[in-house]
């Protein structure tokens, strides 16, 4: 071995040990750590699956070296918190919320209701639920002169991109928000970004179209609502189909939190120097692009793109060869099924016996068929994700593929906000700040400009 290496033992009986050491004597749910480089070994704690990054600092080679740390692009293998929102199996395909199944909630419960579980840790009583509901929609309007903001953007700005800069701007609105060590402010925070979300998207909406943004009707349930702002136009009261509310409903209830993904991740991160807008801000920023919720956009656009179903294998090919990415397959943490997918794909039977059926679902079920049996994506445990389907339930509902994302950060906020005041409340956190593998020149003389220039 080479000296410049470290070799790891797992030393498993019961309870974690005290601090790394020198020695290794005495440790219990242990890593034994030898440093080749010194020949001294260590004895790390091993708690809940991992080793504390901190305890890895201890191991140098000298005296003045800033010990061992860990690599990790993409926190691939690394924990980065302590949460009890949400829990995810990928290998079983388990998602639950606060402890309750992803199918159960999507079958029985609501959206608020959900939110309110995710924020709250638990299902709200009657009292409770009312309560909440009440507060949620009576903070839906936003002061006017967001509305002037909006009108603002260029006819055609891509909606996220008009939530993103509103939902940063609602900061503007309420300076007091800043003042997160005050309970009150925090929940005051909370309603209004739930309550605000959906309008600021349907106005989002509505200015692509050139059409007059709706006021919230606060009669309306959250996603009736929604649709209402949406599609309103000059009858008195906007009436969705109830099984297209229902569907949003579950859409919403599917989308509502995932852990630590990208955007989450983006919430804390920013979250951890203490603006709850711009921390938001951050994760709709972060959920934008095609790899993460921007995944449905992108899907709807492959399966145009294919055209017809016998241009399936060529697209296929094409994938395994790596000029195209087979968009809506494939997650970091899910290696044998989305949950969230078989739900969806159940919804879009129930929306499109509203609707009619999406020439386009012909195209999707052809590439789902062809890829769950080809060695490529099996061996790469590739499977369809919570984007496969939910872009075409969106366009049966007469979204453009630019609104498919902002319906996802919609919901996705009450989920966001959970884990912002989880990480407010944990005293563990602190400011994130990663370390770097320093690649570059060091210490060099600055050339001024003459000379530079004349070389
Ligand atoms: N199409 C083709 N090949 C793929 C795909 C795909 N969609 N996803 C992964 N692979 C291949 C990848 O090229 C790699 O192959 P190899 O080992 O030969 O280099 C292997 O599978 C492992 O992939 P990875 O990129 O290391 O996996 P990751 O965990 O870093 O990425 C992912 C996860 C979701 C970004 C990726 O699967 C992907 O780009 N999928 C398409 C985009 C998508 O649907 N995103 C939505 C995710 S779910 C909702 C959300 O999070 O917002």
């Known amino acids: 071995m080479s000296t410049d290496s470290a070799s790891i033992d797992t030393a498993s009986t019961d309870t ?179 309550a605000k979300m959906p309008t600021l998207g349907a106005w989002a909406f509505r200015h692509a179209q050139g059409k007059p943004y709706i006021y919230p009707d606060n009669d309306l349930g959250y996603a009736a609502n929604f649709l209402s702002m949406l599609f309103k136009m000059s009858e008195q009261r906007f009436e969705a189909d109830p099984r297209l509310e229902k569907a949003l409903e579950v859409l919403f209830i599917l989308h509502a939190d995932h852990e630590q993904n990208c955007s989450t991740n983006a919430v804390r991160s920013v979250g951890s120097s203490q603006d709850p807008y711009s921390a938001i801000a951050a994760g709709i920023g972060a959920l934008f692009g095609p790899l993460h919720g921007g995944a449905n956009e992108a899907v709807l656009k492959m399966l145009r793109r294919i055209g017809s179903v016998d241009q399936v294998p060529d697209f296929i090919e094409g994938v395994k060869n790596s000029n195209e990415r087979l968009m809506g397959f494939g997650h970091r943490v899910y290696k044998n099924y989305d949950p969230r997918a078989k739900i969806i794909k159940k919804a879009t039977d129930d929306v499109f016996e509203v609707t009619g059926v999406n020439p386009l679902l012909k195209i999707a079920v052809e590439l789902e068929k062809i890829a769950l049996e080809d060695e490529y994506f099996v061996s790469r445990k590739l499977y369809p994700n919570v984007d496969f389907y939910s872009g075409l339930i969106y366009e049966a509902l007469s979204f453009p593929p630019e609104m498919f994302t902002v319906l996802f950060a919609i919901p996705r906020t009450s989920g966001w906000l959970a884990q912002w005041l989880e990480l407010v409340d944990d005293p563990e956190q602190k400011i994130a700040r990663p370390k770097q593998i320093y690649t570059g020149a060091r210490t060099r003389d600055y050339l001024p400009r003459d000379q530079r220039w004349s070389a």
């Open 16 to 194: 974690s040990s005290a601090d790394a050491t020198s020695s290794h004597d005495g440790a219990a749910s242990s890593l034994t750590i030898r440093d080749n480089r010194t020949g001294a070994e260590y004895d790390v704690p091993v708690v809940d699956g991992t080793v504390r990054a901190a305890d890895l600092a201890k191991i140098k080679a000298a005296d003045d070296g800033t010990g061992i740390a860990v690599y990790d692009p993409g926190f691939v293998n690394t924990a980065s918190c302590r949460s009890s929102i949400t829990f995810i199996d990928g290998d079983k395909g388990v998602l639950e919320y606060r402890g309750y199944p992803i199918e159960q909630l999507a079958e029985h419960s609501t959206y608020l209701e959900v939110a309110y579980l995710l924020i709250h840790g638990e299902l709200p009583n009657q009292q409770q639920c009312q309560a909440w509901e009440h507060q949620i929609t009576f903070h839906t309007f936003v002061h006017e002169n967001v509305k002037g903001f909006m009108e603002g953007f260029r006819y055609d700005a891509h909606p996220m991109g008009m939530l993103l800069a509103s939902v940063g701007a609602l900061s503007t609105f309420y300076p007091e928000s800043r003042n997160i060590s005050d309970e009150h402010v925090r929940n005051m925070q909370v309603i209004r970004m739930i």
